[in-house]
Nanobody, 120 residues
Framework: QVQLVESGGGLVQPGGSLSLSCAVS????????MGWYRQAPGKQRELVAT???????KYPDSVKGRFTISRDNAKKTVYLQMNSLKPEDTAVYYC??????????????WGSGTQVTVSS
């Protein structure tokens, strides 16, 4: 059974930093694109960052220059370093991965989310 488990959320003051991680467990044939999304109360889930298996990254303008996504393929883990955090970054952050499990069909998987709150 494939699972994505996020960690690292919490409360931080504006201008501060947080680091998130998401580890994939289970019997995996291959992991393709990985990413982070977020959802604030009353808003739709939005893309935060994506990274291909070869390390190419994409960010929306709202986080570009402040957030950095990275991955360790050997550890089946994706990371999100968040700097210069703003109150509008407050949301539940979800890990996403395009995974081909052993003996199963390739599809998107989601973590259960981790809360990030930016407040003084």
């Amino acid at each position: 059974q494939v699972q994505l488990v996020e960690s690292g959320g919490g409360l931080v003051q504006p201008g501060g930093s947080l680091s998130l991680s998401c580890a994939v467990s289970g019997s995996i044939f291959n992991i393709y694109d990985m990413g982070w999304y977020r959802q604030a109360p009353g808003k739709q889930r939005e893309l935060v960052a994506t990274i291909t298996s070869r390390g190419s990254t994409k960010y929306p303008d709202s986080v570009k220059g402040r957030f950095t996504i990275s991955r360790d393929n050997a550890k089946k883990t994706v990371y999100l370093q968040m700097n210069s955090l703003k109150p509008e970054d407050t949301a539940v952050y979800y890990c996403n991965a395009d995974i081909w499990p052993v003996g199963m069909t390739r599809r998107q998987y989601w973590g259960s989310g981790t809360q990030v709150t930016v407040s003084s």
